[in-house]
């Protein structure tokens, strides 16, 4: 399978790495609003980093844990790319008009993550359908920060892990193309995502039979 899509968008590194292998980070505090199975959190120690987990998560199989964890480390306009980037390895150009519309919001917001580009981004996702990868990347980056609300109202914040759930489901939905290779495309997509953490990293896994 390949693994980037031609003029898909290389990763900024992150602010704050929170897959580099000396982190401060713990993968408890990622973990606990994500939903994880209870297989994933059966792996899970106080004392594990972000990239211990997702590496024992890939161990067991648990890729689609993985991908949820791995969005949550990366900061949000990686989490955003590599979900951008996973998308166009399944179709080079959107299916509908409403991909398209949502891919080129998501550009605009990698692009410049301007108050005005997040909130169209947040306005064409919530105008989509949320169906498609590309609905879902246009909501990750809407979500991102600013406001939920309209502009008129009162601020309502997002929960910062939201970008990360929406960037996760983008990701499941472009491994979805193929159901009898969707476990097999989500480890090529875990494999892609550690190239966007700052240094990047081999994920661990065992081969699929």
């Known amino acids: 399978m390949t693994t980037r899509a031609p003029n898909t968008p290389v990763a900024k590194p992150a602010s704050a790495n929170r897959l580099s292998p000396d982190t401060t980070a713990r993968a ?49 306009a990686a989490a955003v790319r590599w979900g951008l980037a996973c998308a166009q390895t399944e179709a080079a150009a959107p299916k509908a008009q409403s991909d398209a519309v949502c891919r080129t919001a998501v550009e605009a917001w990698l692009s410049e993550g301007s108050e005005k580009n997040r909130r169209l981004a947040m ?32 601020e309502v914040r997002p929960p910062e892990h939201l970008t990360a759930v929406a960037a ?37 896994a065992h081969a699929i039979a």
């Open 123 to 154: 306005t064409v996702a919530e105008s989509s359908g949320m169906t498609s990868a590309y609905h879902w990347l246009a909501a990750a980056a809407g979500w991102s920060g600013g406001s939920l609300a309209p502009a008129e109202f009162a």
């Open 168 to 204: 996760a489901c983008a990701i499941r939905i472009a491994a979805q193309t193929d159901p009898d290779q969707f476990d097999t495309r989500l480890l090529d997509f875990l494999k892609l995502g550690a190239r966007f953490a700052v240094g990047g990293w081999a994920v661990v």
């Open 28 to 76: 408890a505090a990622l973990a606990a609003p994500l939903d994880l199975t209870e297989e994933a959190l059966a792996l899970l120690t106080p004392e594990m980093t972000p990239r211990q987990f997702i590496n024992a998560l890939a161990e067991k199989a648990l890729y689609a844990d993985a991908v949820k964890m791995m969005a949550a480390a990366l900061d949000k």
